[in-house]
């Protein structure tokens, strides 16, 4: 039932199909231990693609045949596999989805046809977290493949603008661009080098600042070589555990309060245990009242994650028509059945849930209660402050920041405004244009916007 420290390095690779060969298989695994990868993605593994899997040394197979197939450290449960599609393996690691892909390698309306398939299912995942890598077959730009010197005719204008439109939509960073490409693909065709980054790890732009990608070119090069694809690397800010991961306690079934069983669980995360105890109001409550509420014409406020309620009767005594409410029954404030307010404020709860897709869903649970063209004021504790607590304290690393208390089963992250801004959009609110920042020193915030065509749920 331990959650494991060290956190995850995952492998997207194409194999070209040389896993059956003994010699191949054996520097394959080689290179995974001497590089300490836990998850490894593979396109074209094998041949053929309804033959039994070969094993991994260390390794325990999770899924998929000879297109697409996947392997987890053996002291990992394997995650939950499946395959919408022949060119396309979804694969749930807790709180992140990848999408592992091997588009088309003959045809560009083919490719074209599937990335915007790909964009369909990137919006059917309603925001979640979201990895998308493999072997894309393509150049996202002309620069990225090379036929001699010049570019390549091989990849579409229709290609790279389904390829842009995924990216747009799903709000996806292509993580190994550069202006100088580092090629993943080598070979010679008529006598003249042919070079493409072809192999590609599109990433939810929230997680970019703690996520590592890099081009592993020793996989097709030097004696120990097993494949001519570079491999791409990627250290993902996630804990995976040895069991099936507890229930958490800041879900939208929870926050929707959605029957007894949300109540009756006993979850592992228990951000409440979190809350201070005050009696006099947050310096983020007096600021959104000294410098937000009248110059936006605010007349009700919501404090969604409330605590045990100081800020809303601060809220009120500034005249506000104030509501609160906090998850945590025993805080007293229940779900409110009234909607609309002007503003909802959303204070150091974003920094105690223990992975960005909670944070999506808490946003967005925020955004539920807000009028159309309505305020979100989102305060957090800053990477610094909970880094020096972090080292200070000895925290433990989990996710993306750290066990605060590992017995009370509290979190707690850094977050800059600029994850805060990533995550509002992931979750379909936009900053506020034009609004002054608050003076709010040691602690990041943002003043963001619900559109006024965003619908609850969408």
């Keep these: 039932m331990r959650a494991l420290e060290d956190l995850v ?92 892909v091997h588009l088309d390698a003959y045809s560009s309306a083919a490719r074209a046809a599937q990335l915007a398939e790909l964009a369909s299912a990137a919006t059917t995942e309603r925001g979640r977290p979201l990895l998308i890598c493999g072997d894309f077959n393509l150049a996202p730009l002309p620069r990225d493949g090379l036929f001699g010197e010049e570019p390549s005719t091989f990849t579409t204008q229709a290609e790279r603008k389904a390829l842009h439109h995924l990216m747009q939509v799903a709000g996806l960073v292509d993580t190994t661009a550069e202006e100088v490409p580092v090629f993943t693909f080598e070979r010679v065709s008529n006598g003249k080098p042919s070079r493409f980054r072809c192999d590609l790890a599109l990433l939810s732009s929230h997680l970019t600042a703690t996520t590592t990608v890099t081009a592993d070119a020793s996989a097709r090069s030097g004696p120990a070589a097993f494949t001519d694809h570079s491999a791409l690397l990627i250290d993902l800010p996630l804990t995976l555990r040895e069991t099936e991961p507890d229930t958490v306690l800041f879900s939208l079934s929870e926050l929707a309060g959605e029957g007894p069983a949300a109540a009756a669980a006993r979850p592992e995360y228990q951000p409440h245990k979190t809350a201070m105890s005050r009696q006099a109001p947050s310096p983020a409550a007096r600021a959104v009242v000294k410098h937000l509420t009248g110059p936006l014409n605010i007349q009700s406020i919501l404090d969604h994650g409330c605590g045990r309620g100081a800020d809303v009767a601060h809220y009120r005594s500034a005249g506000l028509d104030t509501e609160g409410f906090d998850p945590h029954d025993a805080f007293g404030w229940p779900r409110p059945d009234r909607t609309a307010f002007d503003m909802v404020t959303s204070m150091f709860v974003l920094n105690v849930l223990p992975d960005p897709w909670q944070r999506i869903q808490a946003l967005r649970d925020a955004a539920s209660f807000t009028r159309s063209g309505g305020t979100i004021v989102v305060v957090t504790r800053s990477p610094d402050e909970i880094t020096k607590a972090a080292a200070d304290g000895g925290w433990s690393v989990h996710h993306d920041g750290f066990w605060s208390s590992r017995a009370k089963g509290t979190f707690q992250r850094g977050i800059a405004k600029d994850e805060i801004t990533a995550l509002a959009r992931h979750a379909g609110l936009q900053p506020t244009e034009n609004c002054p920042a608050l003076p709010l020193p040691g602690v990041c915030h943002a003043v963001l916007t619900k559109p006024r065509d965003l619908l609850h749920g969408s």
């Design 9 to 100: 390095l995952l492998a997207s690779i194409n194999l070209n199909k040389r896993l059956g060969a003994t010699s191949a298989r054996s520097d394959l695994s080689a290179w995974l231990h001497a590089h300490g990868v836990k998850i490894v993605l593979a396109q074209e593994p094998f041949k053929p693609v309804n033959r039994t899997p070969p094993a991994l040394a260390g390794f325990t197979f999770a899924g998929g045949d000879g297109h697409l197939a996947t392997w987890v450290s053996e002291n990992l449960a394997p995650p939950a596999v499946s395959s919408p599609a022949a060119w396309v393996q979804r694969v749930e690691l807790e709180w992140l989805v990848v999408l592992q």
